[in-house]
């Protein structure tokens, strides 16, 4: 029987092609650029990448052309009653998490909200698991994941751009957490990273 491994970590890879949609300038595309070379490199050779640890045939993801539209600015508020919630898991098993807070913004004329998760024994990880109306058409079925750095500030940046795949995205052994009922955003993101094919 194979072995599950939880993954939490940042996953991203290589766009080739960019545009001027949404007005993006050219030092905002240079920086999606440099995000996903650097996610690209890492799948590629680091040690702990998933297709290296399982002597897989690394093959380049594709991505949703970058758009600074998808770059917003949050409300960020924080939940104080300690709430715990239980998230299932790619191979159907539970795990609890904490309720940290609430990032509210607005993004093609209507209001949403993403709930920001703390795996408990973590320390100060976060999981933000979204799903959206692209999940399973252009991106992949079990949802995506952001990295938000969450500081003092009541306000936090939110870019889909940088939204990556986890890694039972490509290889079916890993375990992952999959996204709490709140996050399912009833639009289509059509930013970050595509479904993983590998022809």
């Known amino acids: ?109 209507s209001e949403h909200s993403l709930l920001i998760l703390k795996p408990l024994g973590f320390g100060n990880q976060y999981l933000t698991a979204f799903l959206d109306e692209t999940s399973a058409i252009s991106s992949y079925g079990g949802g995506r994941y952001l990295d938000l750095e969450v500081g003092k500030s009541n306000h936090i940046e939110i870019d889909f751009n940088k939204a990556y795949n986890p890694y039972c995205a490509y290889v079916e052994d890993y375990l992952c957490p999959l996204p709490p009922r709140e996050n399912y955003l009833n639009i289509a993101i059509e930013a970050g990273e595509k479904d993983y094919k590998t022809e």
């Open 1 to 109: 029987m194979k072995k599950a491994v939880l993954i939490l970590i940042p996953i991203a890879l290589l766009v080739f092609v960019f545009t001027q949609s949404g007005g993006s300038s050219d030092e905002y595309l240079e920086e999606i650029e440099k995000f996903r070379n650097d996610r690209h490199d890492f799948f590629k050779n680091s040690e702990a990448s998933p297709f290296v640890q399982k002597n897989i045939k690394y093959v380049p993801a594709t991505f949703f052309p970058a758009n600074s539209d998808y770059k917003v600015r949050a409300k960020l508020e924080r939940l104080t009653t300690r709430e715990t919630v239980s998230i299932t898991n790619s191979d159907g098993s539970q795990a609890k998490y904490l309720k940290f807070a609430r990032a509210n913004f607005s993004l093609q004329n």
